[in-house]
């Protein structure tokens, strides 16, 4: 144990213990630990496993075969409950990390692991490292007993053990942390994390099995952006819940806008590289506007086009006397807009260039000076900004010299643009309205949430299942828990390799291997649904108010999974 | 039926209607629906009016008295069963303003009202004045008949008629409205509103009495910021449900802050003239640090003493290994602050005087100019004030020319304010640690969230008690329903002349009869509970997580009044 290095004092281990010990519930917090998640049927006795088909990896077989030579081609197993089971386990012991962002759900995938673990045999032991893959590298870690993981139960966060983005890529760090697991006498090393996160895993336990450190490693798909998914992992955890907090603030500023009916409200959500986010709160709210950036890429829309759209919205619902509405827009937009990412891209060129004479001038000379420096086409779209934009897009850079699209307030950026536009088109007696605008973030008020009962109970069947896989013998395995809008009693365990989700892709400059990441698919059922319903929506009201989750209610409105995972499934929303 | 004004296009009329046809609920809202608030005792069958003393204004009873001749001294009423109900009623028609800025609980007002009605005479006809009292003066309304109640029974927001912010105090606009009145056989006005309007509803009662209009008015507190409460009337709807609302994002947020351990996060909340819903936010779920405007000013506090109290938290947290904290700001923090205050009058002041001189200058220029012609004091700290917050200061006018304080971003002021301090901190050797800050503000998010039980049944008692003061002939009364913390059967219900809850203030420099403020009392309950905290929660990390609004679950958690309110009842929370 070496928790002074956790909280960097002498006594932090004690002050975990008196933070527990005095951190008072609150009444719903106690109602809720008495929930038991439910598991799927084939988990809930003595398990045994079904080898299915080998596999293959979605594209690049070749390479990624080559690369992960000892854990390539493995089969996707099922867990079947045994009737005769044949023997006492032997006793062993698991650490786990919590990697990168909090995703609702968490506590109870490692409430689940220790009760899976317990149940193959009370002297099994559950290790968390702390604060992520930092623990581990560091040797930073607390046993995980049964009167800590009660606390935990069914609630949001990661506090049980803390998380942290450090990537655990090199050997240098697999070989530290062997040291702590050989020492802890750990059999098997559970990774919850979003893609990149199990990317590393996959990477380790070909690593451990390469070098004989008879460590196994297993995944859990985390994730709000529920960028994580594909036939065997229906949904990354913790994206259910957050997009039902999303969705409640959106409906209640929804009630607000048509009942003041005065503000545009320009809200941005989470989700940079993807747009499940905003899809799905576009589908449970009815916004009058959702942006999609998979879309915006595909179609090839410029940031005028994207203006010109909300202005068209904007003027139509003038003509109708309404003067207020509602604008989604996924995080992540600006990147999926070409123009924009070119113009980025020359940025981060000419500033480099340019540093040190761009260092000494002024704001507007910093401005002007860059503007004469870029590419026609980018010169023309850089000079169409907002000053303000333009000089976030100038000022503020990474510790890689890179610009920092993810402080740009693309909220404001568009409201900005319309209102600007709005007033050209007026001038021109093409639209007579007013235009005032609210903006909102919604982001950490989701991540951290207590779980719906969905995400309770796919996260502590995720975990229990893992520690099935785990005393399976596994390794370079994601605990999969399928069948998801099927009551959970029906839901398939089981685990499919790692590697079966790769492909190769540039990552600074290197072809690396990684898990797909799965953006909204143009063609998949839950974007059609909302692009069949967009013009309506636009030009009419037709919010929708979903209100909070509810956790003690009938079962149609505590256990319903996502409209996304819904319509994947071919059901109606 | 002017609807056509309402929407400003020939058929509107029909809009509305297909707007309710075609909005889709969701499914908790249908469950919702069924909801039946629950009433006070005296209010379940028939009741009689039991009268009580004559009152007295709270402050100068000349001054209110020579203003109200017909109105004043009032006795306060209360409603008791009435086993022997005399006579059937004869049927009357009521009209309804919604004034002001929405709060959970609105349409269960108007619910009460038309149920209170209906079981007076069936006969009783309800018509709710359109977007304010803008639609009365304007004669824009519409009948609220038993199928357009039902789509709105338990839901938040003020849509079923809108709202809006025209002041009714003018003698012109008594007139017209008395003109549709009078068309429509309304015998009695119901204003829901905030302590202007329902000062404003006091004048109009006068008036009318005193030209022989023979229109009662009656008034109902609303405010989500919880200024408008004394003996008699415990709190405004909508309080409650805001702050549980706000509580369950600031929870959500601190589990986030206490898992990545990374952040700062700068959370402002609504209030302005008070810090009641900072107050409730910070002892539901005990934040390292709350702000309390009333506190800051009866103290004289100066910017420089609260950026100097978050450092001594951040830099004795730091000391702990802790660089990660959650401070709450009241909305109207920057005009408590004395010296802030000051700054703001000179700065309109001088301004004023500059401004053509002023608006030639660039901003470097503008902001040094300003400078130059600042009192000493004045012009220090404003040299003090981050740059946008100057420059905020300096441009920013509404249309009285005043500096828009609202506009402000407080959150973003002391946090710049305090990272600054600490880099001098540091400098010094006195504080060694990481100060990284996110930024948050809730307002919209719960002002139309559907209400929570609390809200609901007392809303639905405030307006069926409404409809019963209005039968008892009363007029310049505000509808009281009291004993909040105990079950509802044991709610007192009656009502208090508005004049009774008036003094004389200072308004653009008149002096004018108005309903006088609660603000935070620094020698209640609440703040005595949060003062005592206080030390604690700041260099511990002691956060509550609330959680989501419930409605189907254990009464302890679904009925449970605010902790503002259990407090000032001499209940433990």
């Known amino acids: ?70 854990t390539y081609g493995m089969p996707v197993v099922e867990f079947e409950a045994d009737e005769n089971p044949a023997r006492v386990e032997e006793p062993f012991n698991v650490g786990i990390i919590l990697s990168g962002g909090q995703a609702p759900g968490g506590h109870n995938v490692v409430s689940g692991i220790f009760d899976g673990l317990k149940s193959l045999n009370k ?21 995980l007993t049964a009167s800590i993981i009660k606390e935990y139960r069914n609630t949001g966060g990661f506090d049980i053990i803390g998380s942290g983005r450090t990537k655990l890529e090199k050997p240098e760090q697999f070989d530290e942390g062997l040291k702590i697991l050989k020492e802890l006498n750990i059999k098997a090393l559970v990774i919850i994390g979003g893609d990149d996160s199990n990317t590393n895993a996959a990477v380790l336990a070909e690593y451990y099995k390469n070098i004989g450190a008879d460590v196994q490693v297993i995944g859990v798909p985390k994730t709000i952006d529920g960028d994580l998914k594909n036939e065997w992992i229906e949904t990354s955890f913790g994206f259910d819940t957050a997009c039902k907090v999303y969705s409640e603030v959106i409906g209640n500023i929804q009630r607000d806008c048509n009942s003041a ?3 545009y409200h320009f809200i941005k959500l989470m989700g940079r590289s993807a747009s499940h986010i905003a ?5 449970e709210t009815q916004p009058n506007i959702c942006l999609i950036s998979e879309e915006v890429q595909a179609k090839r829309m410029t940031l005028d086009n994207i203006v010109s759209y909300i202005c068209y919205v904007v003027s139509e619902r003038a003509k ?20 924009m990412k070119s113009l980025i891209s020359e940025l981060n060129d000419v500033i480099e260039e340019h540093n040190e004479q761009l260092s000494e001038l002024d704001e507007v000379e910093k401005l002007e000076a860059i503007h ?3 590419t026609p086409t980018n010169a023309e779209l850089y000079k169409s900004l907002p000053k303000n934009i333009a000089l976030q897009l100038s000022l503020d850079r990474d510790s890689h010299g890179n610009v920092q699209v993810s402080l740009i307030e693309t909220e404001s950026l568009l409201s900005e643009m319309v209102a600007k536009r709005l007033e050209e088109m007026a001038a021109e007696g093409e639209y007579s309205g007013k235009f005032n605008t609210q903006h909102h973030f919604f982001g950490y008020e989701g991540r951290c949430a207590d779980p719906t009962n969905f995400d309770a109970d796919y996260t502590y069947a995720l975990g229990y299942n893992a520690a099935m896989l785990i005393n399976a013998g596994l390794t370079g395995y994601m605990s999969s828990v399928r069948n998801l809008t099927e009551p959970s009693e029906k839901w398939i365990a089981g685990g499919i390799p790692i590697t079966m989700m790769m492909n190769m892709e540039r990552r600074k400059g290197e072809m690396k291997p990684v898990i797909q990441k799965a953006l909204v698919n143009l063609n998949g059922r839950p974007y059609l649904k909302f692009a069949s319903m967009r013009e309506t929506l636009a030009l009419n009201t037709l919010y929708q108010y979903p209100g909070p989750i509810q956790y003690f209610g009938p079962s149609e409105i505590c256990d319903r999974p996502s409209m996304t995972l819904l319509l994947e499934h071919g059901k109606e929303i």
Chains 1, 2 share one sequence.
Request: hydrophobic share 35%.
């Open 261 to 263: 009916k005065k503000y």
């Open 372 to 374: 004469s420096y870029l």
């Open 279 to 283: 899809l799905e709160c576009a589908l």
């Open 1 to 70: 144990m070496q928790p002074e290095k956790y909280c960097r004092r002498p006594h932090s281990r004690g002050l975990i213990s008196i933070t527990l010990r005095k951190m008072k519930k609150s009444v719903l917090q106690r109602a809720r630990a008495d929930y038991q998640p439910k598991l799927p049927k084939a988990l809930q006795g003595s398990v045994k496993v079904k080898v299915g088909e080998a596999t293959e990896s979605v594209a690049n077989q070749k390479e990624i075969k080559d690369l992960f030579p000892h």
């Open 123 to 143: 002297e099994n032991r559950l290790y968390g490292f702390l604060m992520g893959p930092a623990g581990f590298i560091n040797h930073q870690y607390m046993e």
């Open 320 to 339: 109708l006397g309404w003067n207020f509405g509602t604008v989604l827009v996924p995080e992540g937009l600006i990147e999926f807009i070409p123009s």
